[in-house]
């Protein structure tokens, strides 16, 4: 069994930056894909990135990511980071860390069976 526990959420001022952190509770071994998610308000959930533990760890970034947004998995994979820089109004919502024992991606996040319970992220303007 795996729990997942976020934490690093809070309110900042646009153009400012926050760091994400999500533990890995359990059997970690086997898990294959771990990543975040994101819901705002009155919207449909996203994905943000996803990281795959293979021999190239390999990272997607959803578009609005790119550029801004870093994934970091410890070795271990107990810990899963994420730092946001220039953040943005339209970054506001609730992060989810998400993790699967399969190889899946941002555009199936039916396929992650495990969820956190989330961390707010508020972006002023």
């Known amino acids: 069994q795996v729990q997942l526990v976020e934490s690093g959420g809070g309110s900042v001022e646009a153009g400012g930056s926050l760091s994400l952190s999500c533990g890995i509770l359990g059997d970690s071994v086997n898990l294959k894909s771990i990543g975040w998610f994101r819901q705002a308000p009155g919207k449909e959930r996203e994905g943000v990135v996803r990281?795959?533990?293979?021999?190239?760890?390999?990272?997607y970034y959803a578009h609005f990511a790119e550029g801004r947004f870093t994934v970091s998995l410890d070795s271990a994979k107990k810990t899963l980071y994420l730092q946001m820089n220039s953040l943005k109004p339209t970054d506001t919502a609730m992060y989810y860390c998400v993790a699967s024992r399969g190889y899946y991606g941002l555009s199936s996040p039916t396929r992650f069976e495990y969820w956190g319970q989330g961390t707010q992220v508020t972006v002023s303007s």
């Open positions: 990281i795959w533990d293979d021999d190239k760890r390999d990272t």
